[in-house]
């Protein structure tokens, strides 16, 4: 007898997934946006006028960021639209976690889809990453949707699901090789329709499709070279070496922070792969059976990742909401029973494994209390007041320093200094000296307008372009530096790239196109060149309109714009 009628599920699955939306609201303009946030905007807003595997390599496949780029309103301003941008996905997210529980009530029951849906809001990495401006959580419900079709022996739909989230991220093989051995698993049925190969042949087909149609598609617009390259080869390193050697510290990190969630999983699998034994001897697989193998798999998978960031489990969560269900499924059936001993059955028919699946709801749900309050203390003020700054600062083809795509509608001066994450800043870093020559050159002849410090440019850039960065710009505000070119003692001709107003630093008067000035007070210089003529080395600080800016004092000095991104 089900505890819910319809009108109540559907009222109670609709307040669950509001109460998702509001959590991650509150999420959104609390919390700092992560490195990768910052990139993903830029890959968006850069399809406005570029055309992938043409114009540039991709980093991943691109469907997802064209979803994104109705999203993205670059009027609002870079800060404002990117919140924007992350709400809509929170309200995509919403939307599929409610046919989510529609589908697994059709699937197993009504009470089933309710506790996979607690589990889901009370999952803090769900809660904290499903928003990112990433597309981790766009390529993980096309792979939920594919299971789901798989259950149901929809074998081609599951296929073209999985092949499209494929090509909304690279990480959706994961997805189509879980579905593959289910397809594969069911060869050995006695009851497989249409021949023994058949639910494999359609799941490839369907897998097939879109991948075919992608892959034809963008060999036309660019080649065939750049696509297959960009598609299935560019990523060898990041996906088979250890360069970061975080696997431990994330699966750890996740562990502490979700173990309700993570043990319920393992729980479910469990019983899901004892139920299943049976079906082994009858050859006779029902969509419970098909289950413990994809999240077997998909665990497999997770377990291999070399690089599994926090957002990475965004990917795992959802296919494991389903496995908590097909374990909920067979405590409510009764069915689990059957793996405990005789005794444990007489004693405890059914309500030990009934009181195990409350407390770990009550206690998943205190657990994200807990961090409820301590994610609410953190703030984005900070990082919100240097974006804003940096973009009022930046014309239209003005170009900034920041090693990160920090104001997506502008450009950095060297494309060698942007995203410089691990990887590219060891290449930097060993780079030779040519290389270095080379940067610097850029510098010179085109240098920009800002910098914005932060971690990436304080360790990762070689001491003489850090050197020339801090020579040739001046600390402004929070983590904000100027352009304030230098020139030395005697005569020479300055170029100056921005027009604006110049403080003239300088121990002895300074004459500047015949006009002397004294040191200390500012000018007002064209862009341009300019005769200059002093006795003692001279620096010109190009002085930002603060009126205008709406400066927060609270953000005078330096601080971290990434600290914690990825540990708080």
């Known amino acids: 007898m089900e505890v819910f009628n319809k009108r109540q599920f559907v009222g109670l699955a609709l307040f669950l997934c509001g109460a998702y939306l509001a959590i991650a609201a509150i999420y959104i303009f609390r919390l700092p946006l992560v490195m990768d946030e910052f990139d993903g905007a830029f890959d968006v807003y850069r399809l406005h006028f570029h055309l992938p595997y043409r114009d540039f390599k991709p980093y991943k496949t691109v469907l997802g960021y064209y979803f994104q780029l109705a999203a993205l309103f670059p009027s609002l301003g870079v800060w404002n639209s990117m919140l924007v941008l992350k709400i809509q996905l929170a309200a995509v997210n919403a939307l599929c976690m409610f046919v989510m529980t529609l589908r697994l009530s059709r699937l197993f029951s009504r009470e089933s889809g309710i506790f996979a849906l607690l589990m889901l809001v009370t999952t803090s990495t769900w809660l904290e990453r499903s928003c990112e401006l990433r597309v981790d959580a766009l390529t993980a419900w096309p792979g939920l949707f594919s299971l789901l079709c798989l259950l149901n022996g929809s074998f081609f739909s599951a296929g ?68 297959a390259e960009a598609t299935f080869y560019s990523h060898y390193q990041i996906v088979f070496e250890n360069i970061y050697h975080n696997r431990s510290k994330y699966w750890r990190q996740e562990g502490l922070r979700n173990p309700l969630f993570w043990l319920g999983t393992l729980l479910s699998l469990s019983v899901l792969f004892f139920h299943a034994l049976s079906a082994l001897r009858r050859r006779k697989f029902t969509p419970l059976h098909v289950l413990w193998l994809y999240g ?6 997770g377990l291999w990742h070399r690089q599994p960031w926090p957002y990475f489990f965004v990917i795992l969560i959802p296919t494991f909401i389903v ?14 029973s059957g793996i405990f001993k ?16 409350i407390v770990l709801l009550v206690c998943s749900l205190i657990m994200q209390m807990r961090r409820f309050e301590d994610v609410t203390q953190r703030s984005s003020g900070y990082q919100r007041a240097m974006v804003n700054i940096a973009e009022a600062l930046l014309g239209p083809n003005e170009t900034y320093v920041a090693g990160v795509d920090f104001i997506y509608t502008r450009s950095h001066a ?36 800002v910098v914005v410090g932060n971690y ?113």
């Open 160 to 227: 073209l699901l999985g092949g499209l989230s494929f090509l909304v991220s690279q990480k959706g093989i994961y997805y189509l090789l879980a579905g593959g051995a289910c397809a594969l698993l069911l060869r050995f049925s006695k009851d497989a329709a249409g021949g023994k190969d058949a639910a494999f042949v359609r799941f490839a087909a369907g897998a097939l499709l879109p991948l075919g149609l992608y892959f034809g598609l963008w060999s036309l617009v660019g080649t065939e070279q750049k696509a």
């Open 296 to 301: 077997a798999v998909i665990l497999a998978c």
């Open 323 to 336: 496995v908590l269900a097909g374990g909920a499924q067979l405590y409510i059936t009764g069915a689990a």
């Open 342 to 357: 005789t005794a444990w059955r007489e004693r405890f028919p059914l309500r030990l494994p009934a009181v195990v699946w």
């Open 414 to 449: 060297s494309s060698k200094l942007k995203r410089l994450g691990k990887r590219r800043r060891q290449e930097l870093l060993t780079a030779p000296k040519e290389v270095h020559d080379q940067i610097l050159q850029q510098l010179e002849a085109q240098p920009p307008k």
């Open 456 to 568: 990436r440019l304080k360790t990762g850039i070689p001491r003489r372009i850090r050197d020339w960065l801090h020579m040739n710009y001046r600390h402004f505000w929070g983590s904000i530096s100027v352009y304030a070119p230098v020139v030395p003692a005697g005569y020479s001709l300055m170029k100056i790239r921005y027009p604006g107003l110049y403080l003239v630093e300088s121990g002895e008067p300074v004459m500047i196109n015949d006009m002397v000035i004294d040191a200390g007070s500012t000018i007002r210089l064209e862009a341009g060149l300019h005769e200059v003529a002093a006795l003692s080395k001279v620096q010109f600080c190009f002085q930002p309109d603060k009126a205008q800016l709406r400066l927060n004092r609270k953000y005078a000095k330096a601080q971290s714009l990434f600290a914690g991104a990825y540990t708080d």
